[in-house]
């Protein structure tokens, strides 16, 4: 699964997911290697979001395997979800770096700061999470995951409330953590500029 002068990669085979009930989806595999990405398309309700759970560990398959390598001395993933889970009281520096504490990542204060940087939110560092704007707060969560310093990205529904400008800087860091050896799958309806990246659209062969 790794490229020449990489480590990592994952590969999942012969998937299934149970929701309500019901099979999500079934029979699923794909591989990805570092510096690799994985984009996620389909209607709504296919199972792209539950995907990425199964990915992040969050649930169990009803079927097949997941084989997740990543390199030894960095975080395993980062996870951006549909919410952000910042406190919403708290000045978004400081609640961007209570996660970072909590992760234990070195030098949380300056990570923070430059990952705020690359979202274009340095200004916002002493506002509260709860004045932000939906666009604002979606890159403040994109933020959390930069700062995390982690091999794999999970990305669902990244670009909701971004505006033309915000979701090409989004692409922009994406394609810089592929070229610095890191993963990333992302569920999205829109399509994203990345040369790394491959397209899966649910209901069609992998």
């Known amino acids: 699964m790794s490229g020449e002068g990489q480590v990592g990669g994952i590969e999942a085979s012969g998937l299934a997911a ?3 009930g019901r099979i999500v989806f079934a029979d699923l595999s794909f591989s990805l290697a570092a510096g690799g ?5 389909g209607p709504n309700g296919v199972g792209k979001s ?5 990915c992040a560990g969050l649930l169990a398959p009803a079927a097949g395997t997941i084989a997740f390598d990543p390199p030894p001395g960095r975080p395993p ?6 919410a952000a ?4 009281e708290r000045p978004l520096a400081q609640a961007l770096g209570f996660w970072a504490r909590m992760d234990g990542l070195s ?10 940087a690359d979202v274009a939110l340095a200004d916002l560092a002493t506002v509260p999470v709860r004045l932000l704007s939906t666009g604002q707060r979606r890159r403040a969560a994109f933020a959390r995951v930069i700062a995390g310093g982690a091999f794999l990205w999970l990305l669902d529904e990244p670009t909701n409330g971004l505006d033309a400008a915000a979701s090409a800087r989004l692409e922009v860091l994406v394609e810089r953590h592929l070229e610095a050896g890191g993963m990333a799958i992302v ?3 829109l399509p994203l500029r990345l040369p790394a990246m491959r397209t899966f659209a649910f209901g069609t062969p992998l």
């Open 77 to 82: 993933l980062g996870y951006l979800a549909e």
């Open 85 to 88: 889970a910042l406190d919403g």
């Open 37 to 41: 990405a994985l984009r996620i398309t």
């Open 187 to 189: 569920a999205t309806h």
């Open 18 to 20: 149970r929701r309500g």
């Open 50 to 54: 539950t995907l990425l759970r199964l």
């Open 107 to 116: 030098h949380p204060d300056a990570r923070v700061a430059a990952a705020l």
